[in-house]
C-alpha cells in the first residue's frame, strides 16, 4: 500500500528557510520520478520541482529555481525540499507526488510564510 507522509511546514519569516520531508513506504522512491507540488489558498496545484527516477534529473519550477533544492536519501526512503529565502508567495500546502504531478500524494505539510 502506497503512503506518503510529509512535514516540517511552519509558519517562517521572509527570507527564512525550512526542509520539507517526505516519508514514503509501500513502494521505493528510487524506481519512480518524484515530485514536489504546493497548492497556495484558492488556487489550483502548482509543480515545484522533481527527481528522476535515477536520481540524476533535478527540476523546479521558475518560480522557485536557485532558492529550492530536491533530494532524496534512498536508505531511508525520504524525499526533501530543502527551502531557502522563503517568500510570502511561497505559502501554501505542500505535497509529494509519486510519478506523476497528480499521482498518489500525502495530506501535505502547510507552510507560512509571512511577518
Known amino acids: 500500500q502506497v503512503q506518503l507522509v510529509e512535514s516540517g511546514g511552519g509558519l517562517v519569516q521572509p527570507g527564512g528557510s525550512l526542509r520539507l520531508s517526505c516519508a514514503a513506504s509501500g513502494f521505493a522512491i528510487n524506481l519512480y520520478k518524484m515530485y514536489w507540488v504546493r497548492q497556495a489558498p484558492g488556487k489550483g496545484l502548482e509543480w515545484v520541482s522533481s527527481?528522476?527516477?535515477?536520481?540524476?534529473?533535478?527540476s523546479y519550477a521558475d518560480s522557485v529555481k536557485g532558492r529550492f533544492a530536491i533530494s532524496r536519501d534512498n536508505a531511508k526512503n525520504t524525499l526533501y525540499l530543502q527551502m531557502n529565502s522563503l517568500k510570502p508567495e511561497d505559502t501554501a500546502v505542500y505535497y509529494c507526488a509519486k510519478g506523476t504531478t497528480n499521482g498518489p500524494r500525502g495530506q501535505g505539510t502547510q507552510v507560512t510564510v509571512s511577518s
Open positions: 527527481i528522476s527516477s535515477g536520481g540524476s534529473i533535478l
